[in-house]
Structure formats: C-alpha cells, structure tokens
C-alpha cells in the first residue's frame, strides 16, 4: 500500500527549515576563531572555552529528549517558536557574559533552549515526506549548509572589526529573524490523527529503543557522529597550532568542511531515489574509510597541508552522506513518533560528539595523530557493523 502524500509535501519553506537547522552549525562553527580572544577577554585556559562546545552538545542532546516528545503531542509549529524565542534571549545574554562561568551557564540553555527549535525539523520533514525522507533531509542538509559554509570567515571578519562579544550578537539577531519568519510562515505539519491523546516519554523512548531493526543503521550514524566530531573539535588544533596557520585562513580552510557537506548532499538528492538509502549510505562507508586510511599514513609520514585538507575534504563529504541516510533509515520507522525517534538520534548523536574533547585530551600527543586514528577507527567500526550484518543475512539465505 502506498503512502498517501502529505499536502504541504511540495510547499514546506526547506530555506526556513534549513534556517532552523542551522543553529547548531552555527552556534559552534562561528566562535572557533574566536578561542584565544576569549580565553584572553575572560581570563581563563583556552580549555575552559574549548570545554564549551561540550556545555553545548551535552545541553542540545538533554533539550532534544525532553521537547521530542512534546512536539509529538503539542505539534511543530509551538515548540519551534519556544525554541527559538529561547535560542535568541540566551544567545544575548552570552554576548553580555562578564565571566567565563555565565558564559558556561548561558552556553547550556543556548544549547538546552535552541533544540527545541531543531529537534522538530526531522519531524517536519518525515512528516510531509515519509518515505522519501532521505531526500527531503538531503535537500534541507545542502541549503543549511550555506550558512555554516561562511560561518568561520564571518566569525574572523567580526574579530578583526570587533570583539567576540558581536559573535553571539550576531548568533542572537539571526534567531529573530528565524523566528520571525516561522511565526509568519511555518504550518503545522503533524496531522491532528497522528497526535497521541496523552504524553508519555516513557512510552515513546521504550517503543523506539525497543525496535530491534534500527540498531544497524544507528551505531553507523553514532560512528560517522564519532567521526565528524572528531574533527570538527579538533580542526583550531590541526590547523592553527600544529600547521600554524592564521585565524583568517583557518576561516578559510574551514568553508571546505560545508563545501563537502554540500557537494555530498547534493549527489545524495540526485541518487537516493534511484539507489536506496542503504546503498547510498554503504558508499558513503567505503570512501570514508578509504580516505581515513590515506589521512593516517599522510600524518605519520608527511607534514602536508594541501593533502591534509584534502583527505579531509573527502572524508566529511562522505561522513555527510553516511549520516543523512542512517538517520534516514531509522526515522521511517516510527511515523507517528518522528520527532522522539529524531531526539534520540540526535541527542546520541551530540552525546557521542560531547564525548570527543575528553577522550583526545587523554591521548594528547601535540600531533595530529589521536585525531586522525580515532577518525580511522570510527569509520572503520561504522563499516564493520554493515559488512557483518550483511554477510550475516547472506548466510542466512
């Protein structure tokens, strides 16, 4: 039986969508210039600011559990508005922070306030899109990646004009506009038959956890998570301090992280529909770990920054499409708990990533090479997991 195709499938606003999920790209790729400024301005270790992006993730993955299963009581369009409204007040007060520790508490509810605002836009789009999900995420993927795409040129600009302070100004403004918009042009989504007549977190987790076929495609997601958070704490450190280069052309080097995601998301829109999900996402695993492998031996044997950004290049292209399609897989499951399941990929998404910082400075060596094994080791894992799915379900034919 096919599914009947939800009325607002062809006139969703994926820009707005796209806007929404942007905060947190945004709200961690913009201050990352800004590290040594911070830690000067408020006179703490560049650990303590660096520490923030856990704050972040660990607050973003505690706010998506609690407001998933609201959205699927309450609908999208009220806990995007809260969402939002909340991103934009904490955002300001990060901007006027006088110490290190407001600046932390701030950072918690930016994170906590701001999810309610994300968590719902897998939901919008598996709401309107259903089956094809993979290519609805994709296409919004690829349009909110313009933004992060200049977000740490935008953030080194500001710096050099300004202190870090106008980062979170600027973080702040585009939240209202965000909001604005969503007041004036976001429907609701959920159909009023698939809403539960009661709340129950409960209920909701324990259904999805307990869905046995999901895992599969959740520990590759949680391994390409691994993976791209890696990088994504680790890049200031490759490339400022172990490259040296400067802050502009960190800024710089970094729009090739977007550029990637782009390119990726827009080869999955033009090839999930005819090739699967599944075997999009088997691809994805393939370059990956091809190109992890070639980064491993560049950074043992070579000091080279070309290839380095090249390797990497590659590897968050095809991290972008490992993800997309996993998640994908997992959210067609549960129609009428989309924004719960989306909550709990996430948050374990951001829980994984809150894990990174921790775990490098324990094998800290002042090289790149704990970076790039645990990159390596990530996908090799997210890989293995498939190859023997499949090779078990081959033997049982």
């Known amino acids: 039986m ?9 006139k969703l606003p994926l820009p707005l969508m796209a806007s929404m999920s942007a905060l947190s790209a945004l709200s961690i790729d913009m201050y990352l210039p800004a590290f040594p400024a911070m830690a000067e301005s408020l006179d703490v ?25 609201l959205s699927d009581r309450f609908g999208r369009r009220p806990l995007a508005i809260f969402g939002l409204f909340g991103y934009v007040l904490a955002s300001a007060c990060m901007a006027l922070s006088p110490t290190a520790s407001v600046f932390l508490v701030c950072r918690f509810f930016q994170g906590m306030l701001g999810s309610a605002a994300t968590v719902v836009v897998p939901a919008i789009i598996r709401d309107c899109f259903g089956k094809d999900t993979a290519r609805g995420m994709s296409t919004v993927t690829m349009i909110m990646l313009t933004a992060p795409l200049v977000a740490p040129i935008l953030g080194s600009v500001l710096l050099t004009f300004t202190s870090w302070r106008a980062i979170f100004a600027v973080l702040a403004m585009y939240g209202a506009v965000a909001l604005t918009l969503v007041y004036l042009k976001l429907p609701e989504t959920l159909p009023a038959s698939s809403i539960p007549k009661r709340l129950s977190y409960i209920g909701n987790y324990l259904g999805i956890m307990t869905t046995p076929g999901i895992y599969r495609y959740l520990g590759t997601f949680l391994m390409s998570s691994l993976a791209f958070f890696t990088y994504l704490t680790s890049a200031p450190f490759v490339y400022i ?11 710089l080097l970094f ?10 998301n827009y080869i999955n ?22 190109f992890a492998v070639l980064l491993t031996l560049v950074t043992l044997f070579l000091h080279n920054l070309p290839l380095t950004v090249a390797c990497f290049f590659m590897i968050i292209g095809s991290l972008g ?5 996993a998640e994908s897989l ?23 990533g ?39 379900a081959k033997k049982g034919q």
């Open 2 to 10: 096919e599914e009947t195709p939800h009325p607002l499938r062809d």
């Open 45 to 69: 270790p560049i650990s303590t600011i660096q520490y923030s992006i856990s704050v972040y993730l660990v607050a973003f993955g505690i706010g998506m559990l609690l407001f998933g299963p």
């Open 241 to 251: 301090t172990w490259f040296g280069v400067s802050e502009f052309v960190f800024g």
């Open 255 to 264: 729009t090739t992280t977007a550029a990637s995601l782009i390119l990726a």
């Open 269 to 290: 829109v033009r090839l999930v529909s005819t090739y699967g999900s599944r075997r999009m996402m088997y691809s994805g695993l393939a370059t990956a770990v091809v």
């Open 321 to 325: 499409i490992i993800s997309v399609n």
């Open 330 to 352: 997992v959210l067609i499951e549960f129609p009428n708990q989309a924004s719960s399941a989306g909550a709990v990929t996430r948050t374990l998404r951001f829980s994984t």
């Open 354 to 392: 809150a894990l990174v910082g921790p775990v490098l400075a324990v094998f800290y060596t002042g090289t790149p090479v704990p970076v790039v094994l645990l990159v390596l080791i990530a996908v090799t894992v997210g890989a293995a997991i498939q190859l023997l799915l499949y090779l078990l």
